[in-house]
C-alpha cells in the first residue's frame, strides 16, 4: 500500500509471470503488401503452425492467465482456421483482439462479433483520405477499412478500434482521423511507424518530421483522454510531460511476438534473430520461452543507458525504443533515431547509413514491386492544441508496452 | 462511488466479492486483474491485498477478509480505500442480498 508508482513500474523492468501484451501473428499470409509491413508479410509461410498446435499454445496461455492476445499477421482472417482458433481462444478464457484490414468482415461477421465481450477488432487505416492511405497500404484498401468499419457500427459493435501508424503523410490528419472514428462509434489507436520489416526500406520517406513530432506530443496530450497509443510514442516524453503509460521498453518485461512459425520473439517490432528467445515448439513451449529464455533474461536485467544516461530527458525517455535503433544501425544503448533533443538524427548522419540489420525473414509478395508512396501534401495540422489535463486511457495495450497503465490504481 | 467512498473506503461491514467477470493472475509483487466486459486491467501491489481479494467471496465481510489475510488495524483505513479503487472499477462488487 505503500509502493510508490517508480516501485511497480521497476517491478514489470523485472519482468511478470506472463506477458500483458502478448502479440501472436498467426500468418504471413496478406492480401495486401503495405510499403511499411512490419513483418514482412505477403505469401503464407509453409512451416507455419498447424490448428492443433495453435490450439495447444492457446491451452498453454489459458494455464499462465495470459488474458487476452492481440492477434495480428499478415492477414489474420484469411487463415481458413481462423474464426476456430477465436472461438477455441475465447472458450478457454484468453480473450481475443485481432487487427484487420477488414476483406472478411461482412455483414455477417460483424453481427457475430459484436456478440461478444471477449473479442475486440481493430481495423487497420493509415490515411484518413483514400489518396494517403492507398499510397501506403495499396489500392482499394481504404474503401475495404472503411466498408469493415460500417458494417461493424451497423451492427451495433462499439467501441472498436481504429489503428493508424503515423506517418509523415499523415500527422496533418490526426483530426480527420478522429472524425471518422467519432463517425463510427470506434475508438482511435495512433501508433509509431518502426523501421522494421519493410518499414526499414520506407522509413527515411515516411516517418515524421522532428516538427511533426511535436505537432504529434501536443496533440496526444490534448487528446489523452480519448485516444490509444499502445504506449508506442514513450521517446516523446523528452519533451517534458509524460504521455499515458509505462513509459519504457517492454520488450521481453510485459510484451512478446510468437510469430506464424511459432518463434517468439522479444517484441512485434524486432523480428531478428537478435531478438529470438525461442520458439513454442520447444520441448518446454511457450512457458518456458518466456520464464526462462536467457534472452529474456539479459532484457529484464539492468540496461545501460550509455551516451543517453548523461541527457536531462533520459529518465522520460529511457532512451527510446530498442527496435526503431537496432533497424536503422545505431547502438542499443544510444539514442533513438526520433530522439526529441536531435541526438538519434547526430547520430545517424555522423555514422551515415552503412550496412543495418536486416529483419530475418521476409514473406513479401514475388513479382510484385511494393509500391512507392507517392508525394501527397501534408495539410494543416491542428490548431495550436491547448494543453488539458490528460487523462490515461484505461484500456490495455496491443503491440506494445501497456497502454491505460495507471501505477498508482488500487492501493 | 462518491468521492467520499475512495476517500473513506467501502464499507468494510459489507459482503464482497470478486467481480464474476474478473481474472486474477498473482505476480511477484501482488497480483494482476483484468476485467473482460471493461478491458481493463488493475494492479495489487501487495501479496496481502491479493489474499483480502481472494477470500472476499468467503468471508461475510470485507474486515474479516483483512482479518484473516493479517491486515492490522492501522493499515485497515488503506485497505479500505484500495478496495474503494477496486468497486470503482468494477474489480470487485457487493455480494448478497443487496
Redesign the interface.
Known amino acids: 500500500?505503500t509502493?510508490q508508482p517508480g516501485?511497480?513500474v521497476q517491478?514489470f523492468k523485472?519482468g511478470?509471470?506472463?506477458p500483458?501484451c502478448l502479440t501472436w501473428e498467426l500468418t504471413y499470409a496478406c492480401n495486401l503488401s503495405c510499403v511499411h509491413c512490419l513483418s514482412s508479410s505477403g505469401r503464407r509461410d509453409p512451416r507455419e503452425l498447424s490448428t492443433d498446435e495453435c490450439k495447444r499454445v492457446i491451452d498453454e496461455l489459458e494455464r499462465m492467465?495470459v488474458?487476452?492476445v492481440n492477434i495480428g499477421g499478415g492477414e489474420p482472417t484469411v487463415r481458413p482456421d481462423f474464426w476456430e482458433l477465436v472461438d477455441y481462444a475465447t472458450a478457454h478464457?484468453v480473450?481475443v483482439k485481432f487487427s484487420t484490414n477488414g476483406v472478411k468482415i461482412t455483414p455477417d461477421v460483424a453481427a457475430r462479433l459484436a456478440g461478444s465481450?471477449?473479442i475486440?477488432v481493430q481495423i487497420s487505416l493509415d490515411g484518413a483520405t483514400a489518396e494517403v492511405n492507398d499510397a501506403v497500404r495499396g489500392p482499394g484498401s481504404y474503401a475495404t477499412a472503411l466498408r469493415a468499419m460500417r458494417h461493424l457500427a451497423d451492427a451495433g459493435f462499439r467501441g472498436f478500434k481504429i489503428s493508424v501508424v503515423m506517418t509523415r503523410q499523415n500527422v496533418g490528419q490526426l483530426d480527420a482521423f478522429k472524425e471518422i472514428a467519432d463517425r463510427f462509434g470506434a475508438q482511435l489507436r495512433i501508433t509509431r511507424l518502426r523501421p522494421s520489416g519493410r518499414g526499414a526500406d520506407v522509413w527515411d520517406e515516411l516517418h515524421p518530421t522532428a516538427g511533426q513530432q511535436r505537432q504529434l506530443y501536443d496533440w496526444l496530450l490534448a487528446h489523452g483522454e480519448s485516444v490509444l497509443t499502445g504506449d508506442s510514442f514513450f521517446h516523446l516524453a523528452g519533451y517534458g510531460e509524460g504521455l499515458p503509460g509505462l513509459n519504457m521498453c517492454g520488450a521481453g518485461r510485459v510484451v512478446c511476438l510468437i510469430d506464424p512459425v511459432g518463434d517468439v520473439y522479444a517484441c512485434p517490432f524486432a523480428i531478428h534473430d537478435a531478438f529470438l528467445a525461442g520458439s513454442v515448439r520447444d520441448r518446454g513451449g511457450f512457458a518456458e520461452v518466456w520464464q526462462s529464455s536467457e534472452l529474456f533474461g539479459r532484457l529484464r536485467g539492468e540496461q545501460s543507458g550509455g551516451a543517453c544516461t548523461s541527457c536531462s530527458a533520459f529518465d522520460a525517455c529511457q532512451g527510446g525504443c530498442m527496435a526503431a535503433k537496432f533497424f536503422t544501425g545505431l547502438p542499443l544503448d544510444g539514442p533513438d533515431p526520433e530522439c526529441v533533443r536531435g541526438h538519434g538524427e547526430r547520430a545517424l548522419a555522423t555514422a551515415g547509413y552503412g550496412p543495418v540489420p536486416r529483419p530475418s525473414g521476409d514473406h513479401s509478395h514475388r513479382g510484385r514491386p511494393h509500391g512507392r508512396p507517392v508525394p501527397v501534401t501534408i495539410g494543416m495540422g491542428p490548431p495550436g492544441a491547448e494543453l488539458v489535463q490528460r487523462g490515461v486511457p484505461?484500456?490495455?495495450c496491443d503491440q506494445s508496452p501497456?497502454a491505460?497503465?495507471?501505477?498508482s490504481?488500487?492501493? | 462511488m462518491s468521492t467520499n467512498t475512495l476517500t473513506q473506503g467501502i464499507d468494510l461491514d459489507a459482503a464482497w466479492q470478486l467481480h464474476p467477470?474478473v481474472?486474477v493472475?498473482?505476480?511477484?509483487?501482488g497480483a494482476?486483474?483484468?476485467h473482460?466486459?471493461?478491458?481493463?486491467?488493475?494492479?495489487?501491489?501487495?501479496p496481502a491485498?491479493l489474499a483480502v481479494v481472494n477470500s472476499l467471496a468467503s468471508q461475510p465481510s470485507a474486515r474479516a477478509a483483512c482479518a484473516a489475510a493479517g491486515v492490522t488495524g492501522a493499515?485497515l483505513p488503506?485497505?479500505a480505500?484500495?478496495l474503494a479503487?477496486?468497486e470503482a472499477?468494477q474489480?470487485i462488487c457487493s455480494r448478497g442480498p443487496a
Open positions: 500500500m509502493a516501485s511497480l517491478e523485472f511478470l509471470a506472463a500483458i492467465q488474458f487476452y478464457h480473450g465481450d471477449y475486440d484505461d484500456r490495455a501497456l491505460g497503465f495507471r501505477p490504481a488500487a492501493g | 467477470q481474472s493472475r498473482p505476480e511477484r509483487f494482476l486483474l483484468y473482460f466486459g471493461t478491458r481493463r486491467l488493475s494492479f495489487l501491489k501487495t491485498l493499515e488503506a485497505y480505500r484500495a479503487t477496486l472499477s474489480m
